[in-house]
């Protein structure tokens, strides 16, 4: 299995916020261009990557997204040379503060997330946890130079540098969902050596922190007989170690619940079960909040599945993955391709896996 560390480093040494994909767009599609037969960009910006399969005319297709999309901030405003700003997707103020910043104003500034000193706050956040109203950027330019480069609604994206970690684990900022895109790359590059009857879509989608509108969009665009969706989970670690977090490098987690077929899921599990990767159960009461909300209730509805990566520390700049939860993720993906029958979008009903 090949070495997909330095391309997930440089997926993640690269900007590419909600709406705003464009940075990591160009690193996929030149990744993608040489493993599939077709690539194409949507209107909402997602990335198409078709493999066509060699089951005959009528051949059915599996879509696989992973979006590619990251969290970051937006500035709201320029004041005596320090910017003020909001968040886009799920932002922590908590963690921002010392937190280095590229600033994407008329060119790229090298910044900091900082806090005024409390002696200027208001009684009221005296020695509490500062909400993103109180945070600024500081550029390190005099005032004047700021307001010629910076203007209300540039983008801010972290600049923390992907570190490797002792036990194969790798830590930076937007491993949500970066991850996973190498996950579905690591796939790819198995089916080059593979026949498979299905037609495969593999799909970086645009603006799931935000909309879904990407997900959305693809699905109904490329009409697929099923999908599977991959993205990240919240693993056990320090603070965050009860019942409702997955163990961390000890597999990837394949959803169960109302968003996620039955039939999938039990398809996975047992495949997972046949090569020796371990897997998690994943309960999903409710929708799930990745693009396998979305995708299944495209259209007349897609049989969707939701294979996850545990990762610690979500939405902040120092998430940490487990390495071989990518590698275990790409190759169960292959293998579950490369084993779809020609007829099997027939066989999938939606049943009550404890009905037997």
């Known amino acids: 299995m090949s070495d997909i560390l330095p391309f997930l480093k440089s997926l993640i040494s690269v900007a590419g916020l909600s709406g705003h994909e464009g940075p990591v767009l160009q690193i996929i599609q030149e990744k993608w261009k040489p493993l599939v ?55 922590d103020a908590r963690i921002l503060p010392g937190t280095p910043v590229k600033v ?51 983008l801010i994206s972290f600049d923390t540098r992907p570190v490797e970690m002792s036990g194969e684990y790798l830590s930076g900022h937007t491993l949500d969902n970066r991850a996973s895109v190498a996950a579905l790359t690591m ?27 990407g997900a959305a969009t693809s699905a109904f665009d490329l009409q697929p007989d099923m999908a599977v969706v991959i993205d990240v989970t919240f693993a056990k670690g320090p603070g965050s170690s009860g019942w409702e977090n997955v163990p961390f490098g000890k597999g990837p987690t394949i959803g169960w619940g109302a968003n996620l077929h039955p039939f999938l899921h039990d398809r996975l599990k047992d495949l997972a079960g046949r090569l020796d990767l371990p897997v998690v159960d994943l309960p999903v009461p409710t929708y799930s909040g990745t693009d396998a909300y979305a995708i299944q209730v495209a259209r007349a509805g897609i049989p969707t599945a939701l294979l996850s990566i545990p990762l610690r520390y979500m939405h902040t700049p120092v998430e940490v993955i487990s390495v071989k939860d990518v590698q275990r993720v790409g190759r169960l993906l292959a293998e579950f391709i490369t084993g779809l029958e020609p007829d099997f979008a027939s066989k999938i009903t939606w049943e009550n896996k404890d009905a037997d």
């Open 37 to 91: 037969d077709e690539l194409a960009v949507s209107r909402l910006g997602s990335l198409h990557g078709l493999k066509r399969g060699k089951g005959g005319r009528n051949r059915s297709s599996i879509l696989v997204a992973t979006h590619m999309d990251a969290i970051g901030l937006i500035v709201t405003k320029v004041t005596e040379g320090v910017l003020h700003f909001d968040e886009i997707g799920g932002v």
């Open 187 to 213: 796939c790819l590059e198995e089916l080059q050596s593979r026949l498979h009857a299905w037609d495969v879509w593999a799909v970086a989608t645009a603006q799931e922190e935000e909309t879904l509108g």
């Open 104 to 154: 994407h104003g008329k060119r790229e500034l090298g910044g900091v997330v900082a806090m005024p000193p409390a002696q200027t706050l208001q009684a009221h956040a005296a020695g509490e946890a500062l909400g993103l109203a109180e945070l600024i950027v500081d550029v390190g330019l005099p005032a004047a130079n700021v307001a010629q480069l910076v203007n209300t609604g540039d």
